[in-house]
């Protein structure tokens, strides 16, 4: 866990040098595809807590939602993805942009968070995947409540 | 790596009973979620081994393949998904949907490659890692080549 925590805060203060290359479009798309992805697999493990728990659909999913956490998507904010670029759409605030080390703070959470749920459904652990399912939850709506425009 | 392909089998054989409520728009937008943020990964491993190599990015970026490709993405593509909706925009051929034999047999070579890839870079060895890549990239290439529209 501490790995991917390091790897998170390394993402988020340094645009990693080999995706500088990716086009500031391009960046938000790919951006925007990671938390869509991570919807539907919150949405997945949604499910089977509140209805019949598939311990093997819950840890594939668990384990996307953490894969995509610490896959260094820091370097998805570079220069010029601070607003709409044509057809491409941002919700983001220019106060994300202006307060570096909070969102550092909250994407380090956002990572222990989405570890501990993976781990949690890897040892099939219901009632642990149910508190660190709220707690991945609570780190995504940290972020939106901050830095996403309605 | 077993276990990935068996739940690869399992994704495309049933479509999740969690997921099932998903709408077929989302269908269609998440599995392009997906296969976006495979290929903002992919780029960067190909970047890393045309350049630089940073083991701790391939690493990350082989794990979020693995467990996108993982995840159980055949649940993405239930009734209705098969075409446009409104904006939503599918490339997907009918031949997709027509040939479920074959397409599971490409998304078992595509998850078993993606694994390879991904045990590959957590062991820094990135003569493996070239070859994996080149076999998970191909796995992809064959199902665009058979069931993807221009």
């Known amino acids: 866990m501490k790995k991917i925590i390091a790897l998170g805060i390394l993402a988020l203060s340094i645009a990693g040098t080999a995706s500088a290359q990716v086009k500031p479009e391009d960046q938000i798309k790919y951006r925007q595809a990671g938390y869509s992805f991570m919807a539907w697999n ?3 493990i949604k499910a089977n807590l509140d ?3 598939n311990a093997q659909q ?4 668990a384990n996307a939602i953490a894969a995509i956490a610490g896959s260094g998507m820091g370097a998805l904010y570079g220069p010029g993805t601070d607003k709409d670029i044509g057809n491409r759409k941002t919700r983001v605030k220019p106060e994300f ?8 703070k909250i994407a380090t959470n956002f990572n222990a968070a989405a570890a501990s749920l993976a781990k949690a459904a890897a040892e099939g652990d219901k009632a642990a995947v149910q508190k660190a399912f709220g707690e991945t939850g609570g780190s995504c709506k940290a972020c939106h ?3 996403r425009a309605d």
Not at 97 to 104: A, L, P, R, W
């Open 145 to 147: 409540d901050k830095y």
């Open 58 to 61: 819950v840890q594939a999913a």
């Open 51 to 53: 209805g019949e728990y």
């Open 42 to 44: 919150m949405g997945k």
């Open 97 to 104: 942009f202006q307060n570096m080390e909070d969102v550092g």
